[in-house]
């Protein structure tokens, strides 16, 4: 069927049709090539033998254009997104936890690409929202647990994301799409897919979209082009995929209590329109001897301006900046009767820089500031490929992954021109620094492996594998500016996965599963054991452990007339915990102090369920995450120790309660939804002494389709993001945790906002 559509949706919002899947989700490695049609769009993993569920393409494609993909997960139970804009795409505070796990821990591929950990000091892969467009992807897999043993992962401790894109035969004819909304939000879509459904077949797709940010002065805006193909070539077929994405965007100022208390949630960064304020404030740092740097204008004084009372109160400007390539070319084909081979390359290379507009440098030029930026560079290839069979009432598949990541981190200063004029766009990437603090090349190399075996007996089955893998991680400094050069390796050949299914008929199983991950080190100057100093590292290396977890998890499924739903339980041991203890303010930059600090326990019950009537779904879930330290943390780098008595209390940013409900009418014309979330309050220190209260947003949306049955050519959607307009904290953490203290790394959430979505399809 040939379509055409132009789409303006409101931001996180979708209208909840749950279907249970009328066969179980195929595993990650049929996935890419997996039919994503058909009514389903929430799948509670029926047949499977772990906590899965997966999101599918009606769902993703009722988010506002522009939105993350994440957003279409955060429903699903022991997930928590959070992100100071509205749509999940804002990088600096878009985070991740599952079960209590942090996004760092956590495994994402896209089409079995590995996307890294998705972190945004970007060093071994890529945000899913640069990889491709929410409007490509066709399906979502969500595994609470460690996540498929067939993932492109070392470091999903806690669970895997696994994206899927369209195949071309889904989406051939033509679709457009505009938007418009609050903070003069504009996003264009357009894709064209050509072939058969069964022949040659591709799509080309592009984007743009642009906000202004909802407080302060900026922009966050984005541009990507995407491409896909199907080529059969006799039995075997042939696919491509490739996208380049190229974003920008200014940042929020991080808050603390204490700020949002005495400035409120609507404080922001000076710039980039107040540039003399920025002066100024930077001129009373400096004779203060707040900043450490020469004073330059002594007549500014000592005083700041009301209402400001710190240096770090506002910085002039800060940005995000991001351009990405990603290919990939794969290839499947049968080998003989029961088996068949699937093979896949690609090549990925990025650029990036983190700016801030820095009080505690000063430029050549004599202005009280300087550009700071830390910048990126990451060139990686790799390939990955499985061989399964059916060998009686076994379904056996072998795989193995190898990557070459060569990546470049710098910490560079540009100047500002005058004391009259800037003279640089934090929105376009810096040339010319007037000073290199440090910058340093890594290398890192993974081999991967792994065996499962899924047995059929009847009603049961029953899954038996394990994989493993060697990860060698080098830093060569070109300028060390006292940052670490050395080598580590993490290498872990067994780790076993098991489990069973029982299909007791009726629309009832259960389900109970044992898996053991252990998570490479990381290749940064700003995270990780390489963040330290020389000195640090080289005391630390003979006793580093690799993070390494154990999940034990059960439950049961139900399926009958119009409910379908999860029951489960869990249970987590995560031990080597690596801790990494920033040494300053997140401007500075210091280098931090690191250290294994023990063990985490994690338990909890997940529910989640959907009833339809008619036209009527009500959807909910609910998690009860028990998360907590089991020993304290004693830094050996001070002198005596230093003891902080975490033994006992709750992981930071892992809410005890997290509740979703809504309540959807579609009667294939006319639909409305209300949906809210709810999270229980978030822990920002490690003794538990500071927090974040628990909040409830509530999205509204509404439309109508024109049209009967396949024939619906044009849609109309009206959505309001945080119906009641609540004052939140969205993100905590955004500049890591402290042990004990107020600490600026909160971001505000985003008020309500009013989104209009048009849409056709040919």
């Given at each position: 069927m040939r379509r055409f559509s132009v789409l303006l949706l409101s931001s996180a919002a979708f209208l909840p049709q749950i279907a249970e899947a009328e066969e179980a989700p195929k595993p990650a490695t049929e996935a890419a090539e997996a039919d994503v049609g058909g009514e389903e769009i929430v799948v509670f993993g029926r047949g499977q033998s772990r906590q899965v569920q997966e999101v599918r393409a009606a769902e993703i494609a009722l988010l506002v254009p522009g939105t993350s993909p994440l957003r279409a997960i955060e429903k699903l139970p022991s997930v928590n997104i959070q992100s100071a804009d509205p749509f999940g795409a804002y990088e600096w505070s878009t985070r991740v936890t599952i079960r209590g796990f942090n996004q760092n821990q956590l495994g994402f591929n896209l089409d079995g690409i590995p996307l890294g950990d998705m972190t945004y000091g970007n060093h071994n892969g890529l945000h899913i929202s640069r990889a491709a467009s929410g409007d490509n992807i066709g399906r979502t897999v969500v595994s609470q647990g460690a996540g498929s043993i067939t993932a492109q992962s070392t470091n999903n401790l806690g669970g895997t994301l696994e994206f899927f894109t369209f195949d071309p035969a889904d989406v051939l004819g033509v679709t457009g799409s505009a938007t418009y909304g609050t903070s003069d939000t504009l996003r264009g879509f357009v894709r064209v897919g050509v072939g058969t459904e069964d022949g040659a077949r591709g799509f080309v797709s592009a984007q743009y979209g642009t906000a202004d940010k909802w407080k302060g002065d900026g922009q966050q805006r984005q541009w990507m082009i995407s491409a896909k193909g199907v080529l059969p070539l006799g039995a075997a077929t042939l696919d491509v995929y490739a996208t380049h994405s190229d974003r920008a965007e200014q940042d929020y100022q991080d808050l603390s209590l204490e700020m949002i208390q005495r400035l409120g949630y609507d404080w922001d960064n000076f710039g980039p329109s107040n540039y003399?304020?920025?002066?100024?404030?930077?001129?009373?740092?400096?004779?203060?001897?707040?900043?450490?740097?020469?004073?330059?204008?002594?007549?500014?004084?000592?005083?700041?301006?009301?209402?400001?009372?710190?240096?770090?109160?506002?910085?002039?400007?800060?940005?995000?900046?991001?351009?990405?390539?990603?290919?990939?070319?794969?290839?499947?084909?049968?080998?003989?009767?029961?088996?068949?081979?699937?093979?896949?390359?690609?090549?990925?290379?990025?650029?990036?820089?983190?700016?801030?507009?820095?009080?505690?440098?000063?430029?050549?030029?004599?202005?009280?500031?300087?550009?700071?930026?830390?910048?990126?560079?990451?060139?990686?290839?790799?390939?990955?490929?499985?061989?399964?069979?059916?060998?009686?009432?076994?379904?056996?598949?072998?795989?193995?992954?190898?990557?070459?990541?060569?990546?470049?981190?710098?910490?560079?200063?540009?100047?500002?021109?005058?004391?009259?004029?800037?003279?640089?766009?934090?929105?376009?990437?810096?040339?010319?620094?007037?000073?290199?603090?440090?910058?340093?090349?890594?290398?890192?190399?993974?081999?991967?492996?792994?065996?499962?075996?899924?047995i059929t007996l009847g009603n049961a089955k029953i899954n038996l594998g394990w994989k493993g893998f060697k990860v060698d991680n080098s830093a060569t400094p070109i300028i060390a500016g006292g940052r670490t050069a050395g080598t580590l390796s993490a290498e872990d050949w067994f780790q076993p996965h098991a489990g069973v299914n029982y299909d007791f008929g009726g629309g009832v199983e259960a389900f109970a599963g044992f898996t053991s991950v252990t998570r490479a080190y990381v290749s940064s100057t700003t995270s990780g054991p390489f963040s330290s100093t020389q000195t640090g590292f080289d005391a630390i290396k003979p006793l580093l452990k690799p993070e390494a977890s154990d999940t034990y998890e059960a439950g049961l499924r139900l399926g009958s007339g119009g409910f379908h739903g999860v029951l489960a339980a869990y249970y987590v041991n995560f031990r080597n915990r690596l801790l990494t203890i920033p040494t300053s303010v997140g401007i500075v930059g210091a280098?931090?102090?690191?250290?294994?600090?023990?063990?985490?326990?994690?338990?909890?019950?997940?529910?989640?369920?959907?009833?339809?009537?008619?036209?009527?779904?009500?959807?909910?879930?609910?998690?009860?995450?028990?998360?907590?330290?089991?020993?304290?943390?004693?830094?050996?780098?001070?002198?005596?120790?230093?003891?902080?008595?975490?033994?006992?209390?709750?992981?930071?940013?892992?809410?005890?309660?997290?509740?979703?409900?809504?309540?959807?009418?579609?009667?294939?014309?006319?639909?409305?939804?209300?949906?809210?979330?709810?999270?229980?309050?978030?822990?920002?220190?490690?003794?538990?002494?500071?927090?974040?209260?628990?909040?409830?947003?509530?999205?509204?949306?509404?439309?109508?389709?024109?049209?009967?049955?396949?024939?619906?050519?044009?849609?109309?959607?009206?959505?309001?993001?945080?119906?009641?307009?609540?004052?939140?904290?969205?993100?905590?953490?955004?500049?890591?945790?402290?042990?004990?203290?107020?600490?600026?790394?909160?971001?505000?959430?985003?008020?309500?906002?009013?989104?209009?979505?048009?849409?056709?399809?040919?």
């Open positions: 003399a304020l920025a002066l100024q404030v930077a001129d009373i740092g400096a004779n203060r001897g707040d900043s450490g740097t020469t004073p330059l204008n002594p007549a500014a004084g000592t005083i700041y301006p009301a209402p400001i009372a710190s240096l770090d109160d506002a910085y002039y400007d800060a940005s995000g900046l991001r351009r990405d390539t990603l290919a990939a070319l794969g290839v499947s084909a049968p080998l003989g009767e029961t088996a068949k081979l699937k093979l896949k390359g690609y090549y990925h290379h990025n650029e990036g820089q983190g700016t801030w507009a820095t009080p505690y440098v000063n430029s050549p030029t004599g202005v009280p500031m300087a550009v700071r930026t830390t910048e990126y560079q990451i060139n990686r290839y790799g390939v990955f490929g499985s061989v399964e069979a059916d060998l009686a009432f076994n379904h056996l598949t072998v795989g193995g992954w190898f990557e070459n990541n060569d990546f470049n981190q710098a910490r560079r200063f540009y100047a500002f021109a005058s004391r009259t004029n800037a003279g640089v766009d934090l929105l376009k990437f810096q040339r010319g620094p007037f000073f290199t603090q440090w910058d340093v090349d890594f290398h890192t190399k993974t081999i991967q492996y792994f065996v499962q075996d899924e280098a931090n102090a690191l250290q294994n600090v023990g063990s985490v326990r994690a338990q909890g019950i997940e529910a989640s369920g959907e009833y339809k009537m008619g036209p009527w779904t009500l959807f909910g879930s609910y998690s009860y995450n028990d998360n907590t330290y089991r020993n304290d943390v004693v830094i050996t780098t001070t002198t005596p120790a230093t003891v902080i008595p975490t033994n006992g209390k709750t992981v930071v940013d892992s809410p005890r309660h997290l509740a979703h409900g809504e309540v959807a009418y579609d009667d294939g014309n006319r639909f409305i939804r209300l949906a809210a979330t709810y999270m229980s309050k978030r822990y920002f220190t490690y003794t538990n002494d500071k927090w974040v209260d628990g909040r409830t947003l509530v999205d509204l949306a509404m439309g109508y389709r024109f049209g009967d049955g396949d024939k619906q050519p044009f849609e109309v959607q009206f959505n309001i993001t945080n119906l009641f307009d609540l004052k939140h904290v969205s993100t905590i953490g955004s500049n890591g945790f402290g042990n004990s203290g107020d600490n600026q790394t909160l971001l505000a959430g985003a008020p309500r906002q009013f989104f209009v979505t048009l849409k056709a399809q040919y």
